[in-house]
């Protein structure tokens, strides 16, 4: 279970915040698309979860332990529960599949084996059993620079299945990828969802696609929800409220 409560996060000189009291609990096996302008905060609320961004104000919870306010040591620990896609993969181009996979593992791996390239058997395994999982393993010893989008965006799902995570945080997933393979990524994460029940929380451009994935769509504008609930939901008025046009960010 995530609990957010009062999140607020206003970056330094900006002149008001790009969250204004966000409160969202999110259940285990949820899949969640976040929709709104460019702007709205989307991005921020995605990353004050793992705190790759710090917030202002406000607490977060995950499966009962808080993640505001823990120790660098700690928050590892539990981000390593927690998986992070981003739109333009976040791979190590140079480095082959494999080695950006098993990375997936630093969390629990001496950094000097992952510097070195050494690592167990058991590991390489489990690594080539994810790109199995993600349709890939043939590209296991090619180069990410050398890969499609599509591909990397594989490459960077299978290295978060080496976290074993209980959730899935994507910052605009698809958004580099053309709609064949957006969609193909998305039927992945949705198999993943319902298969292994991993909580799903996505920021989407399209429309179409969040209310075609997702069980649960929270709509942000101006740093705040104007929209939470069931994608039928989603109606001509909802879309007016989630993409006002006086918005910042035209
Ligand atoms: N590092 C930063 N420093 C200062 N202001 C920032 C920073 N990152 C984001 N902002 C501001 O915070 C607000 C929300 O930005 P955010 O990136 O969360 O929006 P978004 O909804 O994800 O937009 P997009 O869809 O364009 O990525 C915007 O006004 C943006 O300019």
């Known amino acids: 279970m995530l609990e957010i409560r009062g999140l607020v996060k206003r970056y330094p000189g900006a002149a008001e915040p790009a969250l204004k009291g966000i409160d969202l609990t999110v259940a285990p096996g949820e899949f969640v698309a976040v929709l709104g302008r460019s702007g709205a905060g989307k991005s921020t609320l995605i990353r004050c979860i793992n705190r790759l961004v710090e917030p202002t104000a406000g607490t977060i919870t995950w499966n009962g332990q808080p993640i505001t306010g823990l120790h660098p040591r700690e928050l590892l620990r539990v981000r390593c529960g927690i998986g992070m896609i981003f739109q333009n993969f976040n791979l190590i181009p140079r480095l082959d599949v494999l080695t950006n996979v098993i990375v997936g593992r630093m969390c629990t791996l001496a950094l000097?084996?992952?510097?070195?390239?050494?690592?167990?058997?058991?590991?390489?395994?489990?690594?080539?059993?994810?790109?199995?999982?993600?349709?890939?393993?043939?590209?296991?010893?090619?180069?990410?620079?050398?890969?499609?989008?599509?591909?990397?965006?594989?490459?960077?799902?299978?290295?978060?299945?080496?976290?074993?995570?209980?959730?899935?945080?994507?910052?605009?997933?698809?958004?580099?990828?053309?709609?064949?393979?957006?969609?193909?990524?998305?039927?992945?994460?949705?198999?993943?969802?319902?298969?292994?029940?991993?909580?799903?929380?996505?920021?989407?451009?399209?429309?179409?696609?969040?209310?075609?994935?997702?069980?649960?769509?929270?709509?942000?504008?101006?740093?705040?929800?104007?929209?939470?609930?069931?994608?039928?939901?989603?109606?001509?008025?909802?879309?007016?409220?989630?993409?006002?046009?006086?918005?910042?960010?035209?």
């Open 112 to 250: 000097w084996r992952s510097l070195l390239g050494v690592f167990p058997p058991k590991l390489i395994e489990e690594a080539m059993a994810a790109l199995e999982r993600v349709g890939i393993a043939h590209l296991a010893h090619r180069r990410v620079e050398e890969l499609s989008g599509g591909q990397q965006q594989r490459v960077a799902i299978a290295r978060v299945l080496m976290q074993k995570p209980k959730m899935i945080l994507g910052d605009e997933p698809v958004s580099s990828l053309d709609p064949v393979t957006a969609r193909a990524i998305l039927d992945f994460l949705k198999e993943l969802n319902e298969t292994a029940g991993i909580t799903m929380i996505l920021n989407l451009h399209d429309v179409a696609l969040a209310k075609a994935y997702a069980t649960r769509i929270v709509g942000l504008a101006r740093g705040m929800i104007v929209y939470d609930g069931p994608p039928e939901g989603v109606t001509d008025d909802v879309l007016a409220e989630i993409y006002p046009l006086d918005a910042v960010g035209v």
